[in-house]
């Protein structure tokens, strides 16, 4: 069954943008309200309980992309037996991966109060909020987890979106009325397991009555069991690598900086997580659809796919690195005053690992659709490694900054080594053109970002100047960057694509 690609990937991305949209304003306001009511402590401690279980979520080793992969192939033939009996595999799994995380969780319980440097707000206890944050991340594996797999390999990741719009405005308006009510902690946090329940009961009832005929049941053949395991074992590396790129800053951080520097660098790592969001949104929704085409397309019009979304993908990489270098500072400066900010200089090496990370992200979603995780089982355990050591080594030696150059050199070994991967094993040919044109592109991002800068640094402080900067940083580099590259195939490819997926709408 070749599934409407093109349909469900416009749909998923126009919901998830909503949703997204919805996911960054909501927990925006709740990051200022406890600013402001409760103080910086606390942000603290939750961005460094969010760290400790990713570490602990290490337990799924990946599973879950492997499972959905190996759904692919039943979905496009219609085999509901096969797809049946992963689901029912999927369900067990991720059952007991509930249980190690709760294990685990608990036996590292005793150890919290060393990885805190300094000072902790004297009115909450640690072991009772850790502990809300580990119930709450067990019930997303304890309840229906596997009912979200089923989505996922039909490429209705909309139907999460819609969930999320309706069960988020309404948890965050309960928790901040709370917060505001009775300026504590617990009345705040207390909400976020209540409301996981709820998203994952209303999303079963969703699955059951639109897929009534997958329920769980019956097991896997032998040789599609080992098919997974293999693809998990060499998941693991890449789980690992993940987890420690995004989470062991935080706890490093805690350990060596203490709570309001964690807080400081979560604001400004907000602001690009929330910008990277934006765009994961169209990686997510493209993952079934690739995976659909690398099935049952020829080689050649999967390159050619490959080449015009990679040049998609650098704009808006481009404008959006652009934006985040030019508007930091002055957004930091209204949103939390001076004290809770950076220097400059920070602001560029954040500029650089999000350049550097999502232009990445299409050979990423490409490898993960085509499944050659095992091929590239190396590559994330030396990257991983790179970024630890280097972590707590320069944390010491030259501060936050220490970490993000940490992040950003082992990406710099990662790169070139994923995209290697894609192209000897997806796309058979030598990654010399990939690399010319990507050059082209960040040079691109080079010319629009200096013009872009140095006319916004002419205007003042305040508001109005802010806005005045907003409407500049829109225009500006995205005019760049046409001039630049408006005679290439990629460019014309993208109109046309554009101009059916506008087709599709009406």
């Known amino acids: ?5 093109t349909k469900n990937t416009v749909r998923n991305i126009i919901f998830g943008v909503l949703n997204k949209i919805v996911g960054i304003v909501l927990p925006f306001a709740s990051r200022t309200a406890i600013i402001y ?4 402590k606390y942000l603290g401690l939750s961005s460094l309980f969010s760290s400790i279980l990713s570490f602990l979520s290490l337990a799924e080793m990946g599973a879950g992309n492997a499972l959905v992969f190996s759904m692919y192939k039943p979905v496009a033939s219609g085999d509901k037996v096969q797809i049946r009996a992963l689901v029912n595999l999927y369900k067990r799994f991720f059952r007991m991966i509930g249980v190690v995380i709760f294990v685990l969780g608990l036996c590292l319980m005793p150890f919290l109060r060393r990885l805190i440097k300094g000072d902790v707000p004297s009115d909450v206890n640690i072991y009772v909020l850790y502990f809300i944050y580990l119930l709450n991340a067990c019930l997303n594996y304890w309840l229906f987890a596997y009912k979200s797999s089923i989505l996922a390999a039909h490429q209705r990741g909309d139907v999460g979106s819609k969930i ?34 709820v998203t994952n009961i209303i999303r079963c009832i969703y699955v059951d009555r639109h897929y009534p005929d997958l329920k769980p049941e019956g097991e896997v053949d ?97 404008w959006c690195t652009v934006c985040l270098v030019t508007l930091y500072q002055p957004f930091m400066k209204i949103w939390v005053g001076e004290k809770l900010m950076f220097p400059f200089y920070m602001v560029l090496f954040f500029g650089l690992y999000f350049y550097i990370y999502m232009s990445r992200k299409i050979p990423v979603t490409y490898k993960d659709a085509a499944g050659i995780w095992w091929e ?49 094993y997806v796309f058979h040919r030598s990654s010399r053109e990939y690399y010319g044109k990507m050059l082209v592109y960040a040079l691109s991002m080079a010319v629009g970002g200096v013009a872009c800068f140095f006319l916004c640094s002419l205007l003042g402080e305040g508001i109005p100047a802010f806005l005045l900067r907003m409407v500049i940083c829109l225009v500006l580099p995205n005019v760049v960057f046409v001039l630049l590259n408006y005679r290439r195939w990629e460019f014309k490819a993208s109109v046309e694509l554009f101009q059916h997926i506008l087709k599709l709408r009406r």
């Open 1 to 5: 069954m070749k599934i409407e690609r």
């Open 37 to 40: 009511v409760l103080g910086t």
């Open 164 to 197: 999320n719009m309706v069960i988020t405005p309404l948890s965050y308006v309960v928790m901040l009325s709370c917060l505001f009510l009775f300026r504590n902690y617990y009345a705040y946090i207390i909400w976020i397991p209540v409301f996981t329940i």
């Open 222 to 318: 032998e040789e599609t069991r080992k098919s997974i395991t293999k693809k998990v074992s060499a998941l693991i590396g890449t789980k690992l690598n993940t987890v420690v790129l995004h989470a062991a800053d935080n706890i490093v951080m805690s350990a060596f900086k203490g709570l309001t520097t964690i807080a400081i660098y979560g604001n400004y790592h907000y602001i690009m997580s929330s910008v990277s969001g934006f765009l994961g949104i169209a990686y997510s929704a493209m993952l079934a659809g690739l995976g659909n085409s690398i099935a049952m397309e020829s080689v050649e019009k999967n390159y050619h796919d490959f080449i015009k979304f990679s040049f998609i993908n650098s704009w808006l990489v481009t």
């Open 376 to 424: 590239d089982r190396f590559r994330p355990y030396v990257c991983m490694v790179t970024n630890l050591v280097l972590n707590i080594y320069l944390v010491q030696v030259i501060g936050v900054s220490g970490i993000i150059l940490s992040t950003i050199f082992s990406l710099f070994i990662s790169v070139p080594w994923e995209n290697y991967t894609i192209f000897k």
